[in-house]
């Protein structure tokens, strides 16, 4: 025998049930638009199949929403209140979907910002290999570089950043290192016995290539190595450190080069590194304002920043100075 008490329970539970939304959804264009073939057309379904659904939502809730009157369709008091909420409900969730739309497209769309010569001469000859693994697994994601050196915020449209560590950056800013700098005298490989002696030494003569944006390049380098830099040297000076690595590879004289910025100029026999490299202290890092997200495009490009990073220190094998007299 089944009690009053489960009966009653039972009737609470089939009152609270949620019509059909497929159902409440052709309800709500026919009520906003008080016109069973209007609504049809918005929602590309046929007259029939408006009149079908809003016949099943009345049969549902036991009551008529609308009123029918010579091939009009009006609403019932019970089909105003009912419209409202169906309306407000909608509304929330289309709110709802859009927020959450945007939340994913800005996290797929991020600002890199790189110092200029490291994004000439490292990583946009690398990017498209990038640029390929990211669109296997994040097809939506797109990451627009742009160039930039020293302080910056996070604030002003960068959502990640590579700078090398010789500034300071607030203790909020998260950090993981891509590479240590190597420095070493570079030149045109067909003008090292123009530039440097028989022990290697830099000849008196020898134009030496500086650079405004790295000013105590050659001091660094001769107090790391040991070696001198000759005070007769004739200094030419240049902008950017673009500028002078590319003034070494026209011949114009010896500049102060890095590893990671002319590994392929070296290879390909354009450059020579008579002397090697040497590490300075320093170190490139990709910056954000928070750790990566397991998964995210952030950890992606992390992780294959590093990677590149770990291959290019193998290829050149990490080369030192070469002392004078070996």
């Known amino acids: 025998?089944?009690?009053?008490?489960?009966?009653?329970?039972?009737?609470?539970?089939?009152?609270?049930?949620?019509?059909?939304?497929?159902?409440?959804?052709?309800?709500?264009?026919?009520?906003?638009?008080?016109?069973?073939?209007?609504?049809?057309?918005?929602?590309?379904?046929?007259?029939?199949?408006?009149?079908?659904?809003?016949?099943?939502?009345?049969?549902?809730?036991?009551?008529?929403?609308?009123?029918?009157?010579?091939?009009?369709?009006?609403?019932?008091?019970?089909?105003?209140?009912?419209?409202?909420?169906?309306?407000?409900?909608?509304?929330?969730?289309?709110?709802?979907?859009?927020?959450?739309?945007?939340?994913?497209?800005?996290?797929?769309?991020?600002?890199?910002?790189?110092?200029?010569?490291?994004?000439?001469?490292?990583l946009l000859p690398r990017w498209p290999a990038f640029h390929r693994r990211l669109a296997r697994s994040h097809p939506r994601a797109h990451i627009h570089l742009v160039a930039g050196g020293g302080p910056f915020s996070f604030g002003d449209g960068i959502d990640l950043a590579i700078r090398r560590d010789d500034f300071s950056w607030p203790a909020s800013t998260h950090s993981d290192r891509l590479f240590a700098e190597r420095i070493g005298p570079v030149c045109r490989a067909d003008q090292v016995r123009r530039w440097f002696g028989p022990q290697l030494e830099l000849r008196a003569s020898t134009p030496l290539l500086h650079t405004r944006t790295r000013p105590s390049a050659w001091r660094t380098w001769a107090q790391i190595s040991g070696r001198e830099v000759p005070s007769a040297a004739r200094p030419q000076m240049y902008e950017h450190f673009y500028f002078s690595l590319q003034a070494a590879i026209a011949g114009l004289g010896v500049a102060i080069g890095t590893q990671e910025l002319t590994a392929e100029d070296v290879r390909s026999g354009v450059l020579a590194a008579p002397l090697g490299f040497i590490e300075d202290g320093s170190s490139y890092c990709l910056l954000a304002p928070a750790p990566p997200a397991p998964g995210s495009v952030h950890e992606q490009l992390l992780k294959w920043l590093q990677g590149v990073s770990a291959a290019a220190g193998k290829a050149t094998g990490g080369r030192r100075p070469v002392k004078a007299g070996t």
Do not use: K, Y
Request: proline share 2%; glycine share 6%.
């Open 1 to 122: 025998m089944i009690s009053d008490d489960i009966g009653e329970l039972n009737s609470q539970i089939a009152s609270q049930r949620l019509p059909s939304l497929n159902a409440l959804r052709c309800f709500e264009a026919a009520a906003r638009l008080e016109h069973f073939g209007q609504a049809a057309t918005e929602l590309h379904l046929t007259h029939g199949a408006i009149s079908r659904a809003v016949r099943s939502l009345e049969d549902d809730l036991g009551i008529a929403l609308f009123e029918r009157r010579s091939r009009r369709v009006f609403l019932t008091d019970a089909g105003r209140e009912l419209a409202q909420a169906v309306q407000e409900g909608l509304e929330r969730m289309r709110g709802a979907c859009h927020r959450l739309r945007m939340r994913a497209a800005n996290e797929q769309r991020l600002t890199l910002s790189c110092e200029p010569t490291l994004l000439m001469r490292w």
